[in-house]
Nanobody, 117 residues
């Protein structure tokens, strides 16, 4: 069982920046594909950014050029650097770990990001 704990959310003005962190338990972090998802009120959860165990990345079009996902395997942590934030980025952001060997997914509890003036 993998436990994921997100941190770094909060209230920020439009144009501001935040860095989300997701710390994972266990010893298998380096082989997991990691992702950040978000869910806004009344909307479906969507994949925002992902990074594979080989460090390939992909982003939803709406955040390309503004968000950067990275991982530090020595710290069992994945990050989401968010810049030039917009009100439409407001959502609960969830960390996901995908075990490609067993086909299992693990989720964090979520962290709220609110972009408002």
């Amino acid at each position: 069982q993998v436990q994921l704990v997100e941190s770094g959310g909060g209230l920020v003005q439009p144009g501001g920046s935040l860095r989300l962190s997701c710390a994972a338990s266990g010893t298998m972090f380096s082989i997991y594909d990691m992702g950040w998802y978000r869910q806004a009120p009344g909307k479906q959860r969507e994949l925002v950014a992902a990074i594979t165990s080989g460090r390939s990345t992909n982003y939803v079009d709406s955040v390309k050029g503004r968000f950067t996902i990275s991982r530090d395997n020595a710290k069992n942590t994945v990050y989401l650097q968010m810049t030039n934030l917009k009100p439409e980025d407001t959502a609960v952001y969830y960390c996901n770990a995908h075990d490609t060997f067993w086909g299992r997914d693990y989720w964090g509890q979520g962290t709220q990001v609110t972009v408002s003036s």
